[in-house]
Nanobody, 115 residues
Framework: QAQVVESGGGLVQPGGSLTLSCKVS????????MAWYRQAPGQERDLVAQ???????TYADSVKGRFTVSRDDTKRTVTLQMDNLKPEDTAVYYC?????????WGQGTQVTVSS
């Protein structure tokens, strides 16, 4: 299984921006569908954004127009650019790497939006 490591979380004020990064250890990274999920306390883990091998992107309605997902296959990295952050974006953000019927999760990174 591929190792998945997220970075870039932190504390930001409402209206601010953060960039999350996810690095995958597999040499077959270009074959993975990559996704970001988030989980707030007491809630389920929900899809935030996804990018396929063909760079087709999907976003949750709540983040459309504010978040942008991208990938760099040469660096085996997927990035989530988060702008105009809101308090309701506060959660642990997880990166998921999927290849056919197999997937791997990262350990998560905390994002807190508060004044």
């Amino acid at each position: 299984q591929a190792q998945v490591v997220e970075s870039g979380g932190g504390l930001v004020q409402p209206g601010g921006s953060l960039t999350l990064s996810c690095k995958v250890s597999s040499p077959y990274f270009n074959m993975f569908t990559m996704a970001w999920y988030r989980q707030a306390p007491g809630q389920e883990r929900d899809l935030v954004a996804q990018i396929t091998t063909r760079r087709t992107t999907t976003y949750a309605d709540s983040v459309k127009g504010r978040f942008t997902v991208s990938r760099d296959d040469t660096k085996r990295t997927v990035t989530l650019q988060m702008d105009n952050l809101k308090p309701e974006d506060t959660a642990v953000y997880y990166c998921k790497a999927t290849l056919r019927e197999s997937w791997s999760w990262g350990q998560g990174t905390q994002v807190t939006v508060s004044s």
